[in-house]
Antibody, heavy 119, light 108 residues
Framework: QLQLQESGPGLVKPSETLSLTCTAS??????????LNWIRQPPGKGLEWIGS???????YYNPSLKGRVTISVDTSKNQLSLKLSSVTAADTAVYYC???????????WGQGALVTVSS | EIVLTQSPGTLSMSPGERPTLFCRAS???????LAWYQQRPGQAPRLLIY???TRATGIPDRFSGSGSGTDFTLTISRLEPEDFAVYYC?????????FGQGTKLDIK
C-alpha cells in the first residue's frame, strides 16, 4: 500500500520560501489518471487546497495563493515537492501531501508536516 | 469560487444514533463532484465519499452520501465510537476546489 511522508523545515522566516518534499514508498508516486495534491490546515482551522499535479504533468494551483506556489514531481526519487514563496504568518499550517483520483480528492495521505512561519 | 457552508457546526449525539450532516454550495456543483472527509484529532483526513454518493474503498456501508446541485448530505446510519470526529465536504467540480468549514460530531 502506498505510503506518503512529508519532510522539510518546521520553521521558516517571513518573506522566505517554504520547501517541502513528499516521499512515496510501497508504490509509485505517479500513476496514470491520478492527481498528487498539496493541502494545508492552519492550527485549529479547516482545510485549504494548495495545488495539484496530474500524472500528465499538468499543474493546478489555488489562485488565492497568488502565484507563490510551485509543485513538481521527481519520478526518479519518487517524490513530490512544494515551494511556497514570500511566506507570512498566515502560511503557518500543517501541510499534507495526498494522492487520489481528483483535485483534492485523495485516498492516500501523508501524516502532515507542521510548518511555522516566524522570525 | 464556490463557497460551501456546512451545518450544523457541532452535532452532539450518542452511539447508535443516526446523524445527518449538511453541505450547501453557493453555486451548482458541477457533475455533483462533491466529496466528504472524516478527520479524527491529530490525523490526516480520510476520504469517505466522492461523486456525492460513492463510498471510497474500505469505507463501511453505514456511511452514505446523497444530494445534487447545491445541497448534499452525509448520513451515518448507526454511530460507532470511532465516528466522533470532524467532517468536511469538498467540491472539486469547479476550480479552485473548496472545502466547507467542517461539522464536529461529538459525543453527547
Amino acid at each position: 500500500q502506498l505510503q506518503l511522508q512529508e519532510s522539510g523545515p518546521g520553521l521558516v522566516k517571513p518573506s522566505e520560501t517554504l520547501s517541502l518534499t513528499c516521499t512515496a514508498s510501497g508504490g509509485s508516486i505517479r500513476s496514470s489518471n491520478y492527481y498528487l495534491n498539496w493541502i494545508r490546515q492552519p492550527p485549529g482551522k479547516g482545510l485549504e487546497w494548495i495545488g495539484s499535479v496530474y500524472y500528465s504533468g499538468n499543474t493546478y494551483y489555488n489562485p488565492s495563493l497568488k502565484g507563490r506556489v510551485t509543485i513538481s514531481v521527481d519520478t526518479s526519487k519518487n517524490q513530490l515537492s512544494l515551494k511556497l514563496s514570500s511566506v507570512t504568518a498566515a502560511d503557518t499550517a500543517v501541510y499534507y501531501c495526498a494522492k487520489g483520483g481528483g483535485i483534492a480528492v485523495a485516498d492516500s495521505w501523508g501524516q502532515g508536516a507542521l510548518v511555522t512561519v516566524s522570525s | 469560487e464556490i463557497v460551501l457552508t456546512q451545518s450544523p457546526g457541532t452535532l452532539s449525539m450518542s452511539p447508535g444514533e443516526r446523524p445527518t450532516l449538511f453541505c450547501r454550495a453557493s453555486q451548482t456543483v458541477s457533475n455533483n463532484f462533491l466529496a466528504w472527509y472524516q478527520q479524527r484529532p491529530g490525523q490526516a483526513p480520510r476520504l469517505l465519499i466522492y461523486g456525492a454518493s460513492t463510498r471510497a474503498t474500505g469505507i463501511p456501508d453505514r456511511f452514505s452520501g446523497s444530494g445534487s446541485g447545491t445541497d448534499f448530505t452525509l448520513t451515518i446510519s448507526r454511530l460507532e465510537p470511532e465516528d466522533f470526529a470532524v467532517y468536511y465536504c469538498l467540491q472539486y467540480g469547479s476550480s479552485p476546489s473548496t472545502f466547507g468549514q467542517g461539522t464536529k460530531l461529538d459525543i453527547k
